[in-house]
């Protein structure tokens, strides 16, 4: 059984400060990542994609992807109340077509 | 910019009749997914289809659920005999290739089997 595991949350951080969610994979033979944004009650919205190990910036959105320890993760900077959301992170394993999604880490951002 | 589109928003029906659930892709998307979601749970895949057939489904996508391309620019999924626990968000996304491609969702249908 392919998991993907995330901390539920609520991260509450201030507004203006760096957000850090993170994720694990257990299928080694995983090969694309995702990061998607879900308000409640809305679609899942891709925020970013990664694929090599390292760092991928956008914007206030960096990755980072780390294989051997089966790790990713999503810094948000200067974060904003319209940050608040669930972050799902999202696994494509080599080979298949199906996301496998984690249950999501629910974002507060404090005014 | 080019989006998914779902129809109905919202379905409301009763347990054990037929509903069928309508997405437009984005026009030159090659692959197209069905995903659900259950209330507070996770996205779960539900299946692929590319070149007029079923490339990839779950454990979830048994005999009561079909998925169908009727015409070129619509795909639907299908529940014969619809069953309380099928009550969820359904999603339908969409992508360019196969493997590495981002897929991208719609909005969703709601649907609440009664």
């Known amino acids: ?111 | 910019e080019p989006e998914v589109t779902q129809t109905p928003s919202h379905q409301v029906t009763q347990m054990g009749q037929e509903v069928i659930l309508r997405c437009v892709p984005i026009s030159n998307h090659l692959y197209f997914y069905w995903y659900r979601q259950i209330l507070g749970q996770k996205v779960e895949f539900l299946v692929s289809f590319y070149n007029n057939e079923i490339s990839e489904k779950s454990e979830i996508f048994d005999d009561q659920f079909s998925v169908e391309r009727p015409d070129g620019s619509n795909f639907t999924l299908k529940i014969r005999s619809t069953k309380l626990e099928d009550s969820a968000m359904y999603f339908c996304a969409s992508s360019l290739e196969q493997y590495t491609d981002t897929q991208y969702f719609g909005p969703g249908t709601r649907l609440t089997v009664l």
């Open chain 1, 1 to 111: 059984q392919k998991e993907v595991e995330q901390n539920s949350g609520p991260l509450s951080v201030p507004e203006g400060a760096i957000a850090s969610l993170n994720c694990t994979y257990s299928d080694r033979g995983s090969q694309s990542f995702f990061w998607y944004r879900q308000y409640s009650g809305k679609s899942p919205e891709l925020i970013m994609f990664i694929y090599s190990n390292g760092d991928k910036e956008d914007g206030r959105f960096t990755a980072q992807l780390n294989k051997a320890s089966q790790y990713v993760s999503l810094l948000i900077r200067d974060s904003q109340p319209s940050d608040s959301a669930t972050y799902l992170c999202a696994v494509k394993s080599g080979g298949y077509q199906k996301v496998t999604f984690g249950t999501g880490t629910k974002l507060q951002v404090i005014p």
